[in-house]
């Protein structure tokens, strides 16, 4: 015969948990002999242990206490639907695990494919882990907004890169996310993105940029600017040269620039 310390061990519970079953009635108490002890025989050794299965599989105790007393047919129809249970917690938590391996590798929940692949060439190119990372989460927020269209978003941006001066272009912005503001190489970067500008505007590529939405706009700019200074500065010699905006530059109504 065993005592309650040997029964929770060889169950693999604690005492405490052996007299919480007492409590509710899901493991019979048995009498206390002459000394006051408890004393348990096998049959309790097999009762806790499937009370203790069936508490880890997340079946409520009230039910476990009603599967206890069920017949044969009525355990197994119970176990089958327990397993089946688990197999999609299993499946969602693969998800899961799926999904925070793309966060660690520095992609996002909030993103689509196309928009992975998009920043995939961006690191593969050569840009700098910081400016991709800031070109991500300028990304989250426009999926946000419109899902439907990231798509054709993510079509332009990689028909951009296959022009060699927008790599240019970023890795001037992370020379002089790294470096520092310098004036020089903001103003040369200025005149390389209005001139890619300008040849845009020309062939009317332009002319699908409208969001509908220029509170948002303003939101994703605001972000931008906050990221960095030299985006703010950059914005002003955009303007010089006939250009105001940032996510949606626009041409302006009276350039500045001679």
């Known amino acids: 015969?065993?005592?309650?310390?040997?029964?929770?061990?060889?169950?693999?519970?604690?005492?405490?948990?052996?007299?919480?079953?007492?409590?509710?009635?899901?493991?019979?108490?048995?009498?206390?002999?002459?000394?006051?002890?408890?004393?348990?025989?096998?049959?309790?050794?097999?009762?806790?242990i499937r009370i203790r299965t069936l508490a880890e599989a997340g079946v409520p105790l009230v039910r476990v206490q009603e599967l206890l007393g069920a017949s044969e047919e009525e355990f197994a129809a119970a176990v089958a639907e327990i397993d089946?249970?688990?197999?999609?917690?299993?499946?969602?938590?693969?998800?899961?695990?799926?999904?925070?391996?793309?966060?660690?590798?520095?992609?996002?929940?909030?993103?689509?494919p196309e928009a992975v692949a998009y920043l995939d060439r961006l690191r593969s190119s050569g840009v700098s882990p910081a400016l991709v990372e800031g070109e991500r989460d300028g990304w989250i927020l426009l999926?946000?907004?419109?899902?439907?269209?990231?798509?054709?978003f993510m079509a332009d941006k990689m028909t951009q890169l296959d022009d060699p001066r927008t790599l240019r272009m970023y890795l001037m912005m992370a020379e002089i996310h790294e470096r520092g503001m310098d004036e020089d190489r903001l103003a040369t970067l200025a005149d390389l993105m209005a001139e890619m500008?300008?040849?845009?505007?020309?062939?009317?590529?332009?002319?699908?940029?409208?969001?509908?939405?220029?509170?948002?706009?303003?939101?994703?700019?605001?972000?931008?600017?906050?990221?960095?200074?030299?985006?703010?500065r950059l914005q002003e010699l955009l303007a010089e040269r006939g250009w105001t905006g940032w996510s949606l530059l626009e041409r302006a109504d009276e350039p500045?620039?001679?």
């Open 1 to 48: 015969m065993l005592t309650i310390g040997q029964l929770a061990a060889y169950a693999g519970v604690t005492p405490r948990a052996v007299r919480h079953y007492h409590q509710i009635g899901l493991l019979p108490e048995p009498e206390r002999n002459a000394s006051g002890y408890r004393s348990y025989d096998a049959r309790a050794v097999i009762e806790l």
């Open 84 to 112: 089946r249970r688990l197999r999609e917690e299993v499946r969602e938590l693969q998800e899961h695990r799926r999904r925070i391996a793309r966060l660690a590798a520095g992609d996002s929940l909030a993103l689509p």
């Open 143 to 152: 999926a946000a907004r419109w899902p439907d269209r990231m798509p054709e």
């Open 197 to 232: 500008m300008d040849e845009a505007a020309a062939r009317g590529d332009l002319e699908r940029q409208e969001s509908g939405d220029e509170a948002f706009i303003e939101l994703v700019d605001s972000f931008a600017v906050e990221a960095h200074p030299m985006i703010r």
């Open 256 to 258: 500045s620039r001679p």
